[in-house]
């Protein structure tokens, strides 16, 4: 369980609390939801709490807590879908960016200039609005908006990586280039992705809300936070709860992620040394020094 001691260390026990929890609902809503999210029933209207909706009903009568699980489903898995797509596509642009240099290199980086100088959320508008607003859509544009970013990290960790002694003693000695790509520097790439990706995740969750709240992202009647907020917002002085509910949710979930991934920035900082161990340290080496 070494592991397990070492990932409390890193990330804390609050933060890991909380997306965990996050990351339970979105695995295991469909089972632990007590009502299907789509199912109306308008006897149950604008029910406040009760113990047959325990966080009330919406104004078509659904469950307002199924839907508020199903939201967190539909968040969580655009978020990973966006950042498996992104970082791969940005990770292998970067790499051959860096690793070859030249023409390519130019390319890939004046595509990347191109993608910075227009802000991502204008680009997933602008490609909600061609092609129409869906979730399979609002995924697709905020993959492409998020591709830059992950090109120009990588790019910058590969190129540093490449003038290393050690990769030129690799080329020296006949490696070939997909095998110093996969085996030295994307490994080292990786790691500050996965990085940057934790702490973005926050940032991408809002961006979907914000979509579907604009309504070019989620349609009814699937669930999502920001078009539950939506939604609700004629009723927020009848049912203010409507309004609240997805709000906390959506704020609970960046705070974690964004915890997340300062921690995990943090953790690869040198920490200083405790007194105690400074102690020890001095007397293993006074013990040395006289032996």
Known sequence: MTWLRTTFRVVGWPTLLLVSSFAFIAIFGSVISPYDPAAQNLSHSMQSFSAEHWLGAD??????????IAGAQTTLIGVVTVLLLAGTIGMMLGTLAGYFGGWLDEIVMRFCDFGF??????????????FGPSYTNMILALSIAWVPIYARLTRGVVAAAVSQ????SL?????????????????????????????????????????????????????????????????????PRLVILPGIALTLLVIGFNLLGERIALAKNPRAMSRRKLSLRRAIFKKEVEA
């Open 59 to 68: 104004n078509l009568g659904r469950d307002t807590l199924s839907r508020l």
């Open 117 to 130: 100088s227009v802000p991502s959320l204008f680009v997933a508008l602008a490609f909600v609005g061609v």
């Open 165 to 168: 002694p050690y990769i030129e």
């Open 171 to 239: 080329r020296v000695l006949g490696a070939s280039p997909a095998r110093i790509i996969f085996r030295h520097l994307v490994p080292v790439a990786l790691g500050q992705v996965l990085v940057y990706a934790s702490a973005d995740a926050g940032l991408l969750a809002l961006a979907i809300a914000n979509l579907s709240f604009l309504g070019l992202g989620v349609q009814p009647p699937q669930a999502e936070w920001g078009q539950m907020l939506v939604s609700a917002m004629p009723y927020i002085q009848e049912a």
